[in-house]
T-cell receptor
Framework: SQKIEQNSEALNIQEGKTATLTCNYT??????LQWYRQDPGRGPVFLLL?????KEKRKERLKVTFDTTLKQSLFHITASQPADSATYLC????????????FGTGTRLTVIP | GAVVSQHPSWVICKSGTSVKIECRSL??????MFWYRQFPKQSLMLMAT?????????EQGVEKDKFLINHASLTLSTLTVTSAHPEDSSFYIC?????????????FGDGTRLSIL
């Protein structure tokens, strides 16, 4: 079965720096990959989607890369702010056309003022 | 837009009770809704996919007789945990998709914290 690993359970960075989160997967070839933000006690909120034929996607201070050879996605937050503190989840989409998503365990990001 | 409302936000009940959780898409029609379970510090685990007007598709290891799903309209899906026991205590989250095509984002409710005493 597919395995999804997010590089670390927790990541602390200084305000203003760039946060880089990693999502690695095995035994799977997703057609697309999504990143979500989840705050404590809340449901995830969609941030970005990147397809298998795309290398990079940007949205404001967010950037996602997708390397299907390395089976890895990187999620960057530039000029990080304390309000960016949350858990970030990567999710793999199906190749079969089904809408199921398979989620990683998440990385809890803390931006220190 | 694309707001999903989940109710109740938390439930505490005795062992053996059945609990119903509602998931509503407020400003869009959702042909497909998903139900997840999340244990502390763990990822979201898909329990079942719910399609309006048809039977839900359950993931391997999820008991369909214990977790009853009904998707009677394009804006409402319900999950009923029947005869709940302490091991069913978890955070249950629903999501909905605006369109049927794949690679669309899912819009999540804020979850239901279920505690079985």
């Amino acid at each position: 079965s597919q395995k999804i690993e997010q590089n670390s359970e927790a990541l602390n960075i200084q305000e203003g720096k760039t946060a880089t989160l990693t999502c690695n997967y095995t035994n799977y070839s997703p057609a697309y990959l999504q990143w979500y933000r989840q705050d404590p006690g809340r449901g995830p909120v969609f941030l970005l989607l990147i397809r298998e034929n795309e290398k990079e996607k940007r949205k404001e201070r967010l950037k996602v890369t997708f390397d299907t050879t390395l089976k890895q996605s990187l999620f960057h937050i530039t000029a990080s702010q304390p309000a960016d503190s949350a858990t970030y989840l990567c999710a793999l989409g199906s190749q079969t056309g089904a809408n199921n998503l398979f989620f990683g365990t998440g990385t809890r990001l803390t931006v220190i003022p | 837009g694309a707001v999903v409302s989940q109710h109740p936000s938390w439930v505490i009940c005795k062992s053996g009770t059945s609990v119903k959780i509602e998931c509503r898409s407020l400003d869009f029609q959702a042909t497909t809704m998903f139900w997840y379970r999340q244990f502390p510090k763990q990822s979201l685990m898909l329990m079942a996919t719910s399609n309006e007007g048809s039977k839900a598709t359950y993931e391997q290891g999820v008991e369909k007789d214990k977790f009853l799903i009904n998707h009677a309209s394009l804006t409402l899906s319900t999950l009923t945990v029947t005869s709940a026991h302490p091991e069913d205590s978890s955070f249950y989250i629903c999501s909905a998709m605006v369109a049927e095509h794949s690679n669309q984002p899912q819009h999540f409710g804020d979850g239901t914290r279920l505690s079985i005493l």
